[in-house]
């Protein structure tokens, strides 16, 4: 029923930027915090940053300053703008949809694939 769809990744230089979105559809998108999480080949899955239904916003350390997560409830899209970028940013990124109750389930896309090089 709920589906994610990541877009707009793709291959970026060292210090360029990249927008990323997540469509949302089959959930009350505006009731849920959303996160970007990202994997690099090898490493396992680690939050980027994630907003909460209020809009307040937090993201991992690495990222800090150069990332900006944000939503749009009308359009139940979530957004990752991504500048600086660096080769270490390199990795599948993936939307969740927060759960909000222990029993609800964890919904993720795709994934859409950034490299950042030379």
């Known amino acids: 029923q709920v589906q994610l769809v990541e877009s707009g990744g793709g291959l970026v230089q060292p210090g360029g930027s990249l927008r990323l979105s997540c469509a949302a559809s089959?959930?009350?998108?505006?009731?849920?915090?959303m996160g970007w999480y990202r994997q690099e080949t090898g490493k396992q899955r680690e939050l980027v940053a994630i907003?909460?239904?209020?809009?307040?916003?937090n993201y991992a350390d690495s990222v800090k300053g150069r990332f900006t997560i944000s939503r749009d409830n009308a359009k139940n899209t979530v957004y990752l703008q991504m500048n600086s970028l660096k080769s270490e940013d390199t990795a599948v990124y993936y939307c969740?949809?927060?759960?909000?109750?222990?029993?609800?389930?964890?919904?993720w896309g795709q994934g859409t694939q950034v490299t950042v090089s030379s």
């Open positions: 969740k949809q927060e759960p909000r109750r222990d029993w609800e389930f964890d919904y």
């Open positions: 089959g959930t009350i998108f505006s009731r849920y915090a």
């Open positions: 907003i909460d239904s209020g809009g307040n916003t």
